[in-house]
């Protein structure tokens, strides 16, 4: 058997591929079958290099794997991880082609359960939107001053001596009612509703705050529990959420009337400055002052005017009696002169008529005469149609059929009704009737006789 050549075309070695090829062609292989997945672990051997990358292993009970956060990614994470914390990872899997190592290239990392949390917090955020309680109209304004004012958080809370450090210095004068609740751990968010609604039950404060320093979620998710949020929903008084810091955002905050960035900022939106007041009371009372004097000073100007035009009560009885005596003369006068030019205008209309009235006589004797006249023309006629109807009656009555009967005619007809006039309309055993000038008869015909025969 011939040995094959290298120099025959139907012969081709198989590609030789480099170190760098393979582990880019793994590289691919391994990201375009695994895409980005979360990944949980503990964090293990955690460097952050003089770039900003963050290298780490993430592990658990069984296995291990190398991870990398380039510093884009790092930079937006929120936190630094430490030591053996519990994290997950939103991961890519590669090849680092360099060593050969298989590795994760982490783009977000979130502190192990936050995701079940975030979850739940959105699940129970977009319920309670869609049974209206975070709609805008169920909001309650603020009062204007607010004399008392009550505080749901821990006694030994940071957040509680920021909020009265805030309210000594901008109000002293306002009375603080604190309703003691734990902020945190098992049972909390159960009581902090039972403080909100011992606090609307007891009516004895002008605004709620309900509030705690910052933390992470975990830390917080008391105030992210459906009872805490009905019970500021059901509260009677307005509310004032100051829960963590400003980019804290908890399902507390969207059922409050309103919502602040911290608690110290609940502080201040609860209570308007001491100072604020004092001024915008020094304002109004130079105001009423003002007012008062200009009221005074428009009042003895009024009352100056007033006394020069009073007139003693005889030469003001006068002046009514001159001005009486003036009405009654204008009164008389614009009453008798449309009485006067009425009257007037009636004689003359009077006089009109008398020239244009018929003689009323002459038109009755002339009326009478043409009345007889029409009468006896009436009467002539009455009696000519009288006798031209008589000779007509006469006429009539000679013609009258019954006379005709009376005389000893008949009248004969058949089965039908129809007069029978020809011997030929009539059959032997047909029945006639017979009328005669005083009632009719019927008779059978036995034998029927043509006159010709």
């Not at 159960?190 to 910052?214: H, P, Q, Y």
């Amino acid at each position: 058997m011939q040995a094959p050549n290298d120099a025959d075309p139907a012969f081709t070695a198989p590609a030789v591929l480099s170190v760098t090829a393979l582990n880019q062609q793994v590289a691919r292989l391994l990201e375009r079958s695994f895409p980005l997945v979360w990944i949980g672990g503990e964090i293990s051997n955690f460097t952050r290099a003089a770039s900003g990358h963050w290298y780490f292993t993430l592990k658990d009970d069984a296995a291990q794997v190398r991870a990398v956060m380039f510093r884009s990614r790092a930079q937006m994470a929120g936190f630094t991880p430490r030591e053996g914390d519990k994290v997950e990872v939103r991961a890519l899997v590669t090849l680092y082609g360099a060593r050969g190592d298989y590795q994760i290239n982490v783009e977000a990392i979130r502190r192990a359960g936050v995701g079940q949390l975030y979850e739940a917090f959105l699940r129970l955020k977009e319920k309670l939107a869609a049974q209206g309680l975070f709609d805008a109209d169920r909001k309650r304004a603020l009062p204007l001053f607010a004399r008392s004012i009550g505080i749901v958080t821990s006694p030994q809370a940071a957040a509680l001596r920021d909020v009265l450090t805030a309210l000594r210095r901008r109000a002293p004068h306002v009375r603080i009612v604190l309703y003691p609740a734990p902020v945190q751990g098992q049972f909390a968010a159960d009581k902090i509703a039972e403080a909100i609604m011992t606090a609307s039950r007891r009516a004895e404060v002008d605004v709620l705050l309900v509030c705690r320093g910052g933390g992470s979620i975990e830390d917080l998710w008391s105030f992210n529990e459906e009872c805490v949020a009905r019970a500021i929903d059901a509260c009677a008084i307005p509310v004032i959420s100051g829960v963590g810091h400003e980019t804290d955002v908890t399902i507390a905050d969207f059922a409050a009337d309103v919502r602040a960035a911290t608690p110290t900022a609940a502080a201040e939106l609860a209570a308007t400055p001491r100072a604020d007041w004092l001024a915008s009371l020094e304002g109004d009372a130079l105001d009423l002052q003002r007012a008062m004097e200009r009221r005074l000073h428009d009042a003895s100007q009024g009352l100056d005017n007033l006394s020069r035009r009073l007139l003693s009560p005889s030469a003001q009885i006068g002046h009514q009696r001159l001005k009486l005596l003036s009405l009654a003369t204008a009164m008389t006068h614009a009453v008798k002169l449309p009485v006067n030019r009425h009257g007037l205008l009636l004689a003359q209309l009077q006089q009109r008529w008398s020239r244009h009235r018929p003689d009323m006589r002459a038109l009755r004797a002339r009326l009478a005469s043409d009345s007889r006249h029409l009468n006896a023309s009436l009467c002539s006629q009455v009696r000519a149609r009288r006798e031209a109807l008589n000779a007509l009656a006469a006429q009539l009555e000679l013609l009258n059929p019954q006379r005709t009967l009376e005389r000893g005619y008949a009248i004969v007809r058949d089965a039908k009704g129809q007069i029978v006039r020809d011997p030929a309309q009539i059959h032997a055993r047909d029945t006639l009737t017979i009328r005669l000038a005083n009632g009719s008869a019927e008779v059978g015909v036995a034998q029927v006789q043509s006159v010709l025969e």
